[in-house]
């Protein structure tokens, strides 16, 4: 299947430090998201990024995509005890119709301790 | 606007009884799915509709689950019985055409 799959599963850090996390995916894509899940709630969008695009920022967030490895990463800069969440990529499914639902994989556990 | 509004939050109901799940997309989108979350499997897409019409269903557990899209402002999961290996939490969510998808908060279903 196409679902994006996360490394590493779960993540623990201090606060201050940098979380990287990355995502691989099998086929081609024209963009992939990334999304933030806190327990027990719904998950929340945090960045597109084109395929035409190599890297893309959004506050302290940084992603970038390597689409000849089918890669792409998510980079929390100067984290805080509020970004323990689980992080998840979504690569689109493409179809014959042109519709595009995410799947999701397993995700990356983050701990920020503070 | 108020996003994606999903009812209930909790349901708890007894194997064997029927259960429906709703949801309200976000007025003007146009593709809405239904997720299921559990810590086994994670989060499964089971089905997704665009323009109110069903695409693709083939997340759909068994014969037992059911969803309509009557309108463009709501949408229904129905489990028809419910059994105990039901019990996650279902996440509905509606986007537009290729663009971020927003998520409702999600209803925890326990099948006793």
């Known amino acids: 299947s196409q679902q994006g799959e996360e490394d590493p599963q779960a993540l623990s850090i201090q606060e201050g430090e940098n979380a990287t996390m990355n995502c691989s995916y099998k086929t081609s894509i024209n963009n992939l998201q990334w999304y933030r899940q806190n327990s027990g709630r719904g998950l929340v969008h945090l960045i597109l990024i084109r395929s035409n695009e190599r890297e893309k920022h959004s506050g302290r967030l940084r992603v970038t995509l390597d689409t000849s490895k089918k890669s792409s990463s998510l980079l929390i800069t100067a984290s805080r005890a509020a970004d323990t969440a689980s992080y998840f990529c979504?690569?689109?499914?493409?179809?014959?119709?042109?519709?595009?639902?995410?799947?999701f994989g397993k995700g990356t556990r983050l701990s920020v301790i503070a | 606007d108020a996003g994606v509004i999903q009812s209930p939050r909790h349901e708890v109901t007894e194997m064997g009884q029927e259960v429906t799940l709703r949801c309200k997309p976000i007025s003007g989108h146009n593709s809405l799915f239904w997720y299921r979350q559990t810590m086994m499997r994670g989060l499964e897409l089971l089905i997704y509709f665009n323009n109110n019409v069903p695409i693709d269903d083939s997340g759909m557990p068994e014969d037992r689950f059911s969803a309509k899209m009557p309108n463009a402002s709501f949408s229904t999961l129905k489990i028809q019985p419910s059994e105990p290996r039901d019990s996650a939490v279902y996440f509905c969510?509606?986007?537009?055409?290729?663009?971020?998808?927003?998520f409702g908060q999600g209803t925890r279903l326990t099948v006793v």
């Open positions: 969510a509606s986007s537009l055409s290729n663009g971020e998808a927003f």
């Open positions: 979504a690569p689109p499914i493409f179809r014959n119709s042109g519709n595009t639902p995410l799947v």
